[in-house]
C-alpha cells in the first residue's frame, strides 16, 4: 500500500465514514486512488461523488454514484451548474500552489454544509526537503507556501472553523465548518519574529548562553 493510499485510508476516510447520503466535490483525479476510496463510501452510505480534473478521467470508474467533470477546478459557475447546491465533503488534490488552494477554499466553502469537511493534499514540505528523500525544490517551496496560507486563513476566520494538520507524508490540512458565517478576506499573519524586540531577545539570550 502506498504512503498516499495509506494517508486516506487513516486520516481521511475515517473522518467522513459515518455521514449519511454524502455529497463530495473531489478536485483531482489523476490515477483514482481517492476517487475509488470515496466510491466505496459512497457505495456504503449511498452518497454521490463528483470529481473534477482537466485530464480526461471518465475511465477511472463506470459507478452509477460517480459523475466525472472535465474542467479546470476554478471554473466555478460550471461545476456548481453540474453538483448539488450544497455538499458535505470537499477534496482539494489538484494544483498544490498556494494562490490556487486559497481560490478554491474562497469558491467553494459557501457550499459546504455546517460540520462539513475540506480535505487538502500535500501541506508538509518536510519530505521534500534537500536532505530527504523525495528532494524536490517546487513542492517544498509550494507545500511551505501553502501551509503557511492555511495558518493565515484559520487566523482570520477564527471560531468558523476547525483546523488541523497531518503530516504523515506529504501532509494532509483537515478544515471543519463551524459556522455559516461567510469567510473573513485574507490577510497574511503578521509576528513579530523579525521585529527589533525579537532581535534584542536574540542577541540577549546569545550573550547570557556564551
Same mark, same amino acid.
Given at each position: 500500500?502506498?504512503?498516499?493510499?495509506?494517508?486516506?485510508?487513516?486520516?481521511?476516510?475515517?473522518?467522513?465514514?459515518?455521514? %449519511?447520503?454524502?455529497?463530495?466535490?473531489?478536485?483531482?483525479?489523476?490515477?483514482?486512488? !481517492? %476517487?475509488?476510496?470515496?466510491?466505496?463510501?459512497?457505495?456504503?452510505?449511498?452518497?454521490?461523488?463528483?470529481?473534477?480534473?482537466?485530464? /480526461?478521467?471518465?475511465?477511472?470508474?463506470?459507478?452509477?454514484?460517480?459523475?466525472?467533470?472535465?474542467?479546470? /477546478?476554478?471554473?466555478?459557475?460550471?461545476?456548481?451548474?453540474?453538483?448539488?447546491?450544497?455538499? /458535505?465533503?470537499?477534496?482539494?488534490? #489538484?494544483?498544490?500552489?498556494?494562490?490556487?488552494?486559497?481560490?478554491?477554499?474562497?469558491?467553494?466553502?459557501?457550499?459546504?454544509?455546517? #460540520?462539513?469537511?475540506?480535505?487538502?493534499?500535500?501541506?508538509?514540505?518536510?519530505?521534500?526537503?534537500?536532505?530527504?528523500?523525495?528532494?524536490?525544490?517546487?513542492?517544498?517551496?509550494?507545500?511551505?507556501?501553502?501551509?503557511?496560507?492555511?495558518? !493565515?486563513?484559520?487566523?482570520?476566520?477564527?471560531?468558523?472553523?476547525?483546523?488541523?494538520?497531518?503530516?504523515?507524508? $506529504?501532509?494532509?490540512?483537515?478544515?471543519?465548518?463551524? #459556522?455559516? /458565517?461567510?469567510? $473573513?478576506?485574507?490577510?497574511?499573519?503578521? %509576528?513579530?519574529?523579525? #521585529?527589533?524586540?525579537?532581535l534584542f531577545r536574540k542577541l540577549f539570550s546569545k550573550?547570557?548562553?556564551?
Amino acid at each position: 500500500m502506498s504512503e498516499y493510499s495509506l494517508k486516506l485510508d487513516k486520516f481521511l476516510i475515517p473522518l467522513i465514514a459515518n455521514l %449519511t447520503n454524502p455529497v463530495i466535490l473531489e478536485l483531482g483525479v489523476e490515477n483514482g486512488i !481517492s %476517487t475509488k476510496k470515496f466510491l466505496e463510501l459512497c457505495k456504503i452510505n449511498e452518497g454521490k461523488l463528483y470529481s473534477v480534473d482537466i485530464v /480526461d478521467c471518465s475511465k477511472v470508474s463506470e459507478d452509477k454514484n460517480w459523475k466525472f467533470i472535465k474542467t479546470s /477546478d476554478d471554473n466555478f459557475d460550471f461545476i456548481k451548474s453540474e453538483i448539488p447546491e450544497k455538499i /458535505d465533503v470537499l477534496y482539494i488534490d #489538484s494544483l498544490h500552489e498556494a494562490k490556487h488552494v486559497k481560490k478554491l477554499l474562497y469558491g467553494y466553502y459557501h457550499l459546504i454544509k455546517k #460540520s462539513g469537511f475540506i480535505f487538502i493534499d500535500d501541506i508538509s514540505h518536510l519530505p521534500y526537503l534537500k536532505n530527504k528523500n523525495r528532494n524536490n525544490f517546487y513542492c517544498e517551496i509550494n507545500n511551505k507556501e501553502t501551509y503557511d496560507m492555511l495558518l !493565515s486563513f484559520y487566523n482570520e476566520n477564527y471560531g468558523k472553523i476547525f483546523l488541523n494538520f497531518n503530516f504523515f507524508s $506529504s501532509g494532509l490540512a483537515v478544515i471543519q465548518k463551524n #459556522s455559516n /458565517d461567510p469567510l $473573513s478576506n485574507y490577510n497574511k499573519i503578521k %509576528t513579530r519574529e523579525f #521585529s527589533l524586540k525579537n532581535l534584542f531577545r536574540k542577541l540577549f539570550s546569545k550573550i547570557k548562553g556564551s
